[in-house]
C-alpha cells in the first residue's frame, strides 16, 4: 500500500477470531450470537471521524461453522448504525492452518480531518454503461476533492462479473486517481454497507481523499 495512504490509517488492526460467535442450539434452528467484538469495539476505540473500514476476512476450508459472508454483512450494519461511516467487506476461503481459530480479520481504518472516502460497486457487465458510471461518480462525487490527493483500492474476485476492461475504464475517467488492487478467491465475496446506502453487493472501487500534508 502506498506510503500515504498507509499515513492516512488511524486504525489497524489484525485478530485471528475463535470465540467472537457464539452458536446456541435447539432442536428446531440455530442462531448466533454477536457480542459486538467483530467491528464494534473497534470503531469506539477511534476518536477522529471515521470515513471507510476496509475488513478482510479469511475462513478456514473446514470452518466448523455455519458462518458466511451473509453474517459478516449482517454485523457491519450493527456495528455502523450509529455512525456516518463506510464499511467494506471482503471475504475468502483458505486452506491454511490458523492454529484453534477458525478465522482471521484483517481491518484498516481511514478517517480524521481532511479526509475523504466514496465507494463504488459494479452492477453491470457492459463496458459503456460501466464507463458512464464511472463517468457520473467523478462528476458528483469524487471532482468536488479538487485540492485533495487521491488514491483508489479495487477489491475484485477472480471471477468477477465486472467487464475485463474496468480498471481501464476507471483509468480513463479518474486519471490523476493512483489504483492498486486486491484480487481474492473465486469462492469469495465483497460488499460495501453504508449508514445512507444500504448494502450493495459485487466488485468495489473505493477512492480515498486526502490533503496532501504529510
Known amino acids: 500500500?502506498?506510503?500515504?495512504?498507509?499515513?492516512?490509517?488511524?486504525?489497524?488492526?489484525?485478530?485471528?477470531?475463535?470465540?467472537?460467535?457464539?452458536?446456541?442450539?435447539?432442536?428446531?434452528?440455530?442462531?448466533?450470537?454477536?457480542?459486538?467484538?467483530?467491528?464494534?469495539?473497534?470503531?469506539?476505540?477511534?476518536?477522529?471521524?471515521?470515513?471507510?473500514?476496509?475488513?478482510?476476512?479469511?475462513?478456514?476450508?473446514?470452518?466448523?461453522?455455519?458462518?458466511?459472508?451473509?453474517?459478516?454483512?449482517?454485523?457491519a450494519q450493527i456495528a455502523i448504525n450509529d455512525k456516518d461511516s463506510q464499511i467494506c467487506i471482503a471475504?475468502?476461503?483458505?486452506?491454511?492452518?490458523?492454529?484453534?481459530?477458525?478465522?482471521?480479520?484483517?481491518?484498516?481504518?481511514?478517517?480524521?480531518?481532511n479526509v475523504?472516502?466514496?465507494?463504488?460497486?459494479?452492477?453491470?457487465?457492459?463496458?459503456?454503461?460501466?464507463?458512464?458510471?464511472?463517468k457520473r461518480w467523478n462528476i458528483e462525487t469524487i471532482s468536488n476533492w479538487s485540492n485533495y490527493q487521491k488514491i483508489a483500492i479495487h477489491i475484485t474476485t477472480v471471477d468477477s462479473k465486472e467487464p475485463k476492461n474496468g480498471e481501464n475504464l476507471f483509468n480513463m475517467v479518474f486519471d490523476d486517481v493512483k489504483l492498486i488492487t486486491r484480487y481474492l478467491s473465486g469462492n469469495a465475496a465483497s460488499s460495501v454497507l453504508s449508514s445512507h446506502g444500504g448494502l450493495q453487493r459485487g466488485s468495489i472501487y473505493a477512492i480515498i481523499g486526502f490533503v496532501n500534508e504529510l
Not at 55 to 61: E, M, V
Not at 116 to 134: G, H, I, P, W, Y
Request: glycine share 2%; aromatic share 14%; hydrophobic share 40%.
Open 1 to 75: 500500500m502506498p506510503r500515504p495512504l498507509l499515513n492516512r490509517i488511524i486504525y489497524v488492526r489484525s485478530r485471528l477470531i475463535d470465540d467472537t460467535v457464539l452458536i446456541w442450539k435447539d432442536e428446531r434452528f440455530q442462531k448466533f450470537l454477536y457480542n459486538c467484538y467483530l467491528w464494534n469495539n473497534d470503531i469506539k476505540c477511534v476518536k477522529e471521524p471515521i470515513k471507510l473500514m476496509l475488513s478482510f476476512f479469511t475462513f478456514l476450508s473446514d470452518n466448523p461453522l455455519p458462518f458466511t459472508h451473509a453474517n459478516l454483512e449482517s454485523f
Open 116 to 134: 475523504e472516502a466514496s465507494t463504488f460497486v459494479v452492477k453491470t457487465d457492459n463496458e459503456t454503461e460501466l464507463l458512464r458510471q464511472f
Open 91 to 113: 471475504s475468502e476461503t483458505s486452506a491454511e492452518t490458523l492454529g484453534a481459530s477458525y478465522a482471521y480479520n484483517d481491518i484498516a481504518i481511514f478517517g480524521g480531518e
